[in-house]
Structure formats: structure tokens, C-alpha cells
């Protein structure tokens, strides 16, 4: 066990993404946690961080110049999460480190390697798993039986910019170096991990099989709208259907089959919903709170361990490995406001992806590589709106 006589010393890599919602939960913290050095190629913006807050342009420089540093958040392009990481590691800290932790197998591998011979531990930025550890989901969870399907749907918007924002954006490969930036592997990550957990898969040995479709309508490498179907070692059947390309964006959920029932986990407000319309307030836990109580007692188990996140590296590597994703022909596409791409009747195929667990070309979606070659089938008129997607839900 660990000294807490002091403040807890926090770094963070990164300020101008994800890590400004870091610097803002640890105002929120108190005076038991002290954000006392930032690192990032660009300057923070002016006043956005405590006075006392030492800036950097490089990781290593500040842990070299900054004594006992506890905890460095990482926060940075998916490339450097295993360079930045290891070098927190080395210099005796613990890690947060956002998703996906790294962008392929043999580093995940090495990074955990890496964790196991340092004295530092890695928390995966997987911000669900802190609901799961809720007294109420665990009731939840539990009154519907053994699990037996799991279905995923996201429907976000992302305009261009999105896809300008940096280098890295909408890549699969950057300067020779993975990067696997898609739709299921960064935005709807969340929706995958929490989905492999409620299906009880704890290692990447417990998948046994993982198909995807992948397609992009915007012009760029990686994937914006596609299937992902996972089938488990224990027989659970894992389907999310995913684009960032929705005429009307709807709130993500899981939709969790069980032997005695079923409910809805919307993962991004914090609520479950029961098959009798019942709707269950989460409480969730901060995985950074997490972080810093493992630090002060080892005892305390980590609510995303690097380790857990084992089972999504599988997924994503599957992704890396799979063929470039296809482009969808224009005639399927349209413009919002001159600003976003939207693919024609997107809603209608992702639910019905989900419900019969079928990937877009096993439904013969129209700007599949062979819509002829599916199944003979009538093919439905989607008029699917937001609205209705929300209620089928």
C-alpha cells in the first residue's frame, strides 16, 4: 500500500482532444489530486490550465524535469499511445491511456509485457466499464440470465472536419505505422468493449470467430459505416452496425438477449432500460478516481485493466488485417449542408443488420460488392427516421 499523505501528481499527454475533458475532471477532484505538468506540441490555450501547471512540448522532457509524477494520462494520436506509454511506465508511474490502447497485436502484446515488469499499471480509457461495476447493472444483468446475443447500434454524424482534423484521421496506416482510425475501432470502441464484457469474453482466446464489412463514404482510408459480427468460444453471437454517416443521429445502444429476458444499455447516457420500459439511472464510476485508489492500494482492482481490453484488440486487429474498406458509390450518397456525407437509408440497414445478425452484403445492401449475389429476398423500403429507430429500440 502506498502513502496518500500527499496530493496524488498528475501529467497529461495530450491537451487539445480528449485531454481537456481530463483537465476539467481533475478541478474537479479537490485538493487530494494535482495536475502539476502538461505535455503537447502545441501551447495550451490561455487560461485553460491551473497557474501552477509546468507545459512542455514533450513527454520525456517533463519526466525528466518533473519529480515524482503518480499518474500520466495519455491522451495523444492513436501512434504514439505505445511510445508515450512505456515511457510513463519506465519513469515509475501509472498509466490512464485512452482508446484504443495501441493499433495492433504485437504492440499490445509488448505493452503488456512491458506493464507486467514495471511497477506501474495501465488503465484502458473505456469510460462504460465504469458503469458495469454499478450495483444497478449488475441487477440488471443479472435478472435476464446467461447472455446470448448481443446487438450494437451507433448512428452519429461526423462532418468533414472531422476527417481534417489531423493526419491521423480516417487513416489505416500513417508513415508505415497502423492507425486503423474507424468507425468501429475509435467512435463506437465503447459500444465493442462493453458488448465483448456483457458476453463474458475476458481473453482473445475466447473469440471464435469475428466477420467484418467495412465501407467508407467520406474519402478516406479507414471505415465509416460497417458490420462487425463476433461469435464467442461460448456461443454468443456479437452484432454492431455502426456509421458516422446518419441523416438523424440517435443515441448508441446494446440490446443484450438473455435466457429470461432482455434489456437496452445506453452506454453514453448512463441507463438501462428493461424490456417492460422500466428505466434504471447508472451510477458511473470514474475510471480515473479508479486509477489513483489502485495507485494509493494494489489491492484495488482496476475497472479497465490494460489486460481486459485483450478481447477488443482482437476485434481491431481483425480490422487492420481485413481488406481496405469499399467505397460507397454516390448514388447512395447525399450532402447535409454542404458540410457531411449521409448514406441513403443508413438507419433502416443497420437495424435490420443488427436484428437478423447479418452483415450488409448478407442483406444484399445495394452498394455492397455484389447486392445480386445475396439471398433472394424482397428488398425493404427503409424509411426509417430517427424517431422510429428510437422507438424500435
Not at 263 to 287: P, V
Request: aromatic share 6%; with cysteine.
Amino acid at each position: 500500500m502506498r502513502s496518500t499523505t500527499r496530493p496524488t501528481r498528475v501529467a497529461i499527454a495530450g491537451l487539445h482532444g480528449y485531454g481537456a475533458v481530463h483537465i476539467e475532471q481533475i478541478a474537479r477532484m479537490g485538493p487530494s489530486v494535482r495536475l502539476v505538468a502538461v505535455a503537447d506540441p502545441l501551447p495550451p490555450s490561455p487560461g485553460s490550465l491551473p497557474a501552477a501547471t509546468a507545459v512542455y512540448t514533450d513527454l520525456d522532457v517533463l519526466l525528466s524535469s518533473v519529480p515524482d509524477i503518480d499518474v500520466v494520462i495519455i491522451a495523444t494520436p492513436l501512434d504514439t499511445h505505445f511510445d508515450l506509454a512505456a515511457r510513463a511506465l519506465r519513469a515509475g508511474a501509472d498509466v490512464y491511456l485512452e482508446k484504443p490502447p495501441v493499433t495492433s497485436i504485437s504492440d499490445f502484446d509488448r505493452l503488456l509485457d512491458l506493464e507486467r515488469t514495471s511497477e506501474g499499471s495501465i488503465q484502458v480509457g473505456f469510460q462504460g466499464l465504469g458503469l458495469h461495476d454499478s450495483p444497478a447493472f449488475l441487477e440488471a444483468i443479472e435478472e435476464i440470465g446467461e447472455v446470448t446475443a448481443i446487438g450494437a447500434i451507433g448512428l452519429w454524424q461526423r462532418p468533414d472536419a472531422y476527417w481534417n482534423r489531423s493526419r491521423w484521421a480516417g487513416r489505416r496506416v500513417l508513415d508505415g505505422i497502423d492507425i486503423v482510425d474507424g468507425v468501429v475501432t475509435n467512435p463506437f470502441a465503447h459500444a465493442i468493449a462493453s458488448a465483448l464484457h456483457l458476453a463474458g469474453v475476458r481473453d482473445r482466446t475466447e473469440i471464435a470467430r469475428i466477420d467484418v464489412d467495412l465501407y467508407r463514404a467520406n474519402p478516406i482510408e479507414s471505415d465509416d459505416t460497417s458490420v462487425v459480427r463476433i461469435r464467442t468460444a461460448h456461443g454468443v453471437t456479437i452484432t454492431g452496425a455502426f456509421t458516422l454517416c446518419a441523416a438523424d443521429p440517435v443515441e448508441p445502444v446494446l440490446e443484450v438477449m438473455g435466457s429470461a429476458g432482455s434489456l437496452r444499455f445506453h452506454y453514453t447516457a448512463d441507463r438501462i432500460e428493461r424490456s417492460d420500459g422500466t428505466i434504471t439511472r447508472l451510477e458511473r464510476r470514474s475510471l480515473l478516481e479508479n486509477l489513483i485508489a489502485h495507485r494509493g492500494d494494489r489491492r484495488i482492482d482496476l475497472l479497465s485493466p490494460l489486460r481486459a481490453s485483450a478481447p477488443f484488440m482482437a476485434v481491431l486487429d481483425r480490422i487492420r488485417s481485413a481488406a481496405a474498406p469499399m467505397p460507397i458509390p454516390r448514388e447512395f450518397l447525399s450532402r447535409l449542408d454542404e458540410t457531411t456525407t449521409i448514406v441513403t437509408d443508413i438507419a433502416g440497414w443497420i437495424a435490420l443488420a443488427v436484428a437478423e445478425h447479418a452483415t450488409f452484403a448478407e442483406l444484399g445492401a445495394p452498394w455492397t460488392e455484389n447486392p445480386a449475389d445475396a439471398p433472394s429476398r424482397e428488398r425493404p423500403a427503409f424509411a426509417a427516421t430517427a424517431d422510429q429507430l428510437r422507438g424500435a429500440l
